[in-house]
Nanobody, 127 residues
Framework: QVPLVESGGGVVQAGGSLRLSCTASGHRISDRAMGWFRQRTGNEREFVAAISWGGSKTLYADSVNGRFTISRTNSNNTVYLQMDRLKTEETALYFC????????????????????WGQGTQVTVSS
């Protein structure tokens, strides 16, 4: 098990920014690819972004490309999701996820590409 913990969620006005963080207590994630997903009420969990173990490769959902940035600092065992120009429809529970592998490919957008999950942090974007 990889105990992932997300933080940084909250309420923000449309057009604003938030930065989410994800860390693993007592477990090193520096050798794992990491991802962010979100789930809106009544919807399936959807891919947002992913990053390879060293940070050299990233993937984004088309809907967030150019507004969200995924990054990581392996020295402090943390992965981030910087979210800018947020939209009301992006109100959701945001999840951090870890892969058993350190690499990502173009198809690493599926929920089952990731084996370990956090409990989620709520992001609410108000109009």
């Amino acid at each position: 098990q990889v105990p992932l913990v997300e933080s940084g969620g909250g309420v923000v006005q449309a057009g604003g920014s938030l930065r989410l963080s994800c860390t693993a207590s007592g477990h090193r994630i520096s050798d794992r690819a990491m991802g962010w997903f979100r789930q809106r009420t009544g919807n399936e969990r959807e891919f947002v972004a992913a990053i390879s173990w060293g940070g050299s490769k990233t993937l984004y959902a088309d809907s967030v490309n150019g507004r969200f940035t995924i990054s990581r600092t392996n020295s402090n065992n943390t992965v981030y999701l910087q979210m800018d120009r947020l939209k009301t429809e992006e109100t959701a529970l945001y999840f951090c996820a870890a892969r058993q592998l350190g690499t990502i490919i173009a198809t690493t957008r599926a929920v089952d590409s990731f084996q370990y999950w956090g409990q989620g942090t709520q992001v609410t974007v108000s109009s």
